[in-house]
């Protein structure tokens, strides 16, 4: 008994030693640093749009961007962040992302989304999910459940299925609006809505995330850059992250995501100057933007359309919602 007794005791106190160096590092780790980017999308949203439509897109913005602060603030991940302020906007019918997604050429709603951490690279995304609610949430299981990066179709749609996240009937992602500008899409200039989200967490952490319906009309099958990792997504956390609107395949021919982080680390660029590299001289004028930041917290949203919709907050107080240059 008395042993018995005494093997409790150690078993008790080894827990206890345990948990004391693990809170322990838990302190250490927070930096009180945080940032969190997000974007609806780069296009054509034209200044002069109704105040109330303007309104709604603002303070979605505003609402995405307070849960993303509320987790990064209270010390959670920028994992959780990316994956909860996406999951908003994909809710949210005003955006190209789950709810809302663009009309293929048939009718139909095909999603994209992807996913990746910048502490180890590791990467999940999914592409033409037709039943998916919210497709970034089965990016990052992917991610965290299977050896694989990239599920297409409906292969992907299984895999959501067997995970148990939340299925819907693919009319569900209809929206009146989009449908009238689907309607009228034989227009060259789309507006955008794609949603994207990079988050720098207090342990240094950084996550980026995108998740789009990708372009209004395209055809059954087409796969944009959202779902690509190094093309719309990327995150490294000795360099960035980054997360990509536009048209998906100047995006996909420039390898914008990765060509960003590519700079910093092989030429030593600064953020501003890699990003400016890519979206001002590589890629040609009117293809789309990025939200972008750095392992610092330094943060650029460069676009080469004539709006996009992001925002921005941190640990130093900014907190930012715009649309177009100069608002
Ligand atoms: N990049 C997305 C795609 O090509 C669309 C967008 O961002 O507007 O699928």
Not at 139 to 166: N, P, W, Y
């Amino acid at each position: 008994m008395y042993r018995l007794n005494q093997i409790i005791f150690s078993i008790l106190f080894f827990l206890l030693f345990v948990l004391q160096i693990d809170s322990n590092l838990y302190a250490q780790q927070l930096s009180g640093k945080y940032t969190i980017v997000i974007h609806g999308g780069a296009g054509y949203f034209p200044k002069d749009s109704p105040e109330e439509l303007k309104q709604q897109y603002i303070s979605s913005l505003t609402e995405a961007l307070n849960i993303g602060k509320k987790i990064l603030a209270n010390g959670g991940t920028s994992l959780d962040a990316v994956e909860k302020v996406i999951n908003y906007l994909e809710n949210n019918f005003l955006f190209n992302a789950g709810k809302g997604a663009v009309f293929t050429s048939e009718g139909k709603h095909e999603l994209d989304a992807s996913i990746m951490q910048g502490k180890d690279l590791s990467s999940g995304a999914v592409t033409g999910v037709t039943i998916i609610k919210n497709p970034i949430s089965l990016s990052r299981l992917v991610m965290e459940k299977t050896d694989h990066i990239l599920f297409a179709g409906k292969g992907a749609d299984d895999l959501g299925i067997q995970f148990g996240v939340d299925v819907v009937p693919n009319s569900y992602f209809h929206d009146s609006t989009q449908y009238q500008k689907w309607l009228n899409s034989r227009l060259p200039k789309q507006q955008g809505e794609t949603v994207g989200c990079v988050a720098l967490d207090q342990y240094g952490n950084i996550t980026a995330g995108t998740s789009t319906g990708g372009r209004q009309n395209k055809m059954p099958g087409r796969v944009g850059d959202s779902p690509l990792i190094n093309a719309g997504t990327y995150a490294n956390n000795n360099t960035c992250g980054v997360s990509a609107t536009g048209w998906g395949e100047l995006f996909i021919k420039n390898t914008v995501a990765f060509n960003i982080s590519a700079l910093m680390e092989y030429k030593g660029y600064t953020l501003k100057q890699a990003c400016d590299e890519m979206i001002y001289k590589r890629l040609p004028e009117e293809s789309g933007g990025i939200v972008a930041l750095d392992k610092d917290g330094n943060y650029e949203m460069p676009f080469n359309t004539i709006s996009m919709m992001r925002a921005v907050a941190n640990s130093k107080g900014e907190f930012k919602i715009e649309i177009w240059n100069n608002n």
